[in-house]
């Protein structure tokens, strides 16, 4: 995996996804603050993030790397026109990697061609969050103690919402039983469902998901995604949808968790924060261990 990019979790095995995985466990618990000694790490935000870059940030700093980089593409010279070609050509030159979210699906996959440094997807779009899913998966594997055969249940914006995508290609690689809960406006788009029938793995899609919810071991939540609307009266019609109480997890699991990548907006109701089932900021987290151990394997550190 040295020196390759990360633009997409299909561009890793499921062998080099648990690699990552351990990698994580590893950071989690020998920080290895000289690792990035001499390095450093170009973050180009060409959208809103907190979790994603403050964490690839933390965890470049941690390792004793440098961080520079925009977290607004208004402050750069893309407000006179310069190209995304030209920019990370540019910045190629400045770094060892280079981590870049834009609006644009595909955009990650371009960057990567045309850089002369290995890019790491930070989120293209409503196409993938590579980076978030590994933290998704180390955060499932910690909890449940595996990633096979688990029951999950995506709830929300499954249209719209990269990390779903990426978490249900990586979950495919563990017999998941995919449960779909969405307005049928934001219906798991088709391309991922085919990818489920090639598989032979079960999914099943649901308005309302009240009465099915004890059968989770984890329920991922997400925001509905105002950005990619065009039309502000549709995203009106479905903000709303789903708020999940505290009250809803008395018959769940034992050991059943809540994700959600964050933010939120109202999805998931303050009252179930103090609740042992509520893992997301715990989630956040792990963000740190999970990009430390992406980090150190794309620039092939031991
Ligand atoms: N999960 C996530 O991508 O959060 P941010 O948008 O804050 O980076």
Redesign the pocket.
């Known amino acids: 995996m040295k020196y390759k990019s990360l633009v997409s979790i299909n561009d890793y095995s499921k062998k080099e996804i648990l690699r990552i995985l351990d990698l994580a466990a590893e950071f989690e618990e020998h920080p290895q603050p000289q690792l990035l000694n001499g390095k450093v790490v170009a973050t180009l935000f060409y ?9 690839f940030e933390s965890a470049v700093n941690r390792l004793g790397g440098r961080v520079f980089g925009f977290t607004d593409s208004s402050s750069s010279s893309v407000t006179k026109g310069e190209t995304i070609k030209d920019t990370i050509k540019t910045v190629s030159n400045y770094c060892d990697l280079i981590v870049i ?1 834009h609006p644009l699906e595909g955009s990650a996959l371009y960057a990567s061609e045309e850089a002369t440094v290995p890019v790491i997807n ?2 293209d779009g409503a196409n993938q ?1 590579p980076t ?1 899913t590994l933290l998704d998966l180390y955060s499932i594997k910690k909890t449940q103690g595996t990633l096979e055969d688990l029951n999950i249940f995506l709830v929300g914006d499954l249209k719209y919402g990269r ?1 779903v995508h990426s978490l249900l290609m990586a979950m495919s690689h563990f017999n998941t039983t995919f449960n779909f809960i969405s307005p049928k406006e934001l219906n798991m788009p088709d391309e991922y469902k085919l990818h489920l029938d090639k598989l032979g793995l079960k999914y099943y899609e649901h308005l309302d998901f009240t009465e099915i919810i004890s059968r989770a071991d984890i329920v991922y939540m997400t925001r509905v995604q105002k950005e990619r609307f065009s039309d502000p009266m549709e995203y009106e019609k479905v903000k709303n949808v789903y708020v999940l109480k505290n009250s809803m997890l008395e018959n769940t699991k034992s050991n059943m968790k809540v994700l959600h ?3 939120r907006v109202n999805e998931i109701h303050t009252d179930v924060d103090k609740n042992k089932k509520a893992y997301y900021f715990t989630q ?1 987290l792990n ?1 740190v261990y999970a990009r430390q151990a992406i980090i150190a394997s794309i620039l092939g550190l031991k």
């Open positions: 959208e809103p993030s907190t979790r994603t870059r403050l964490s979210r930070a989120g969050h978030q990390t990548p964050l933010p956040a963000g």
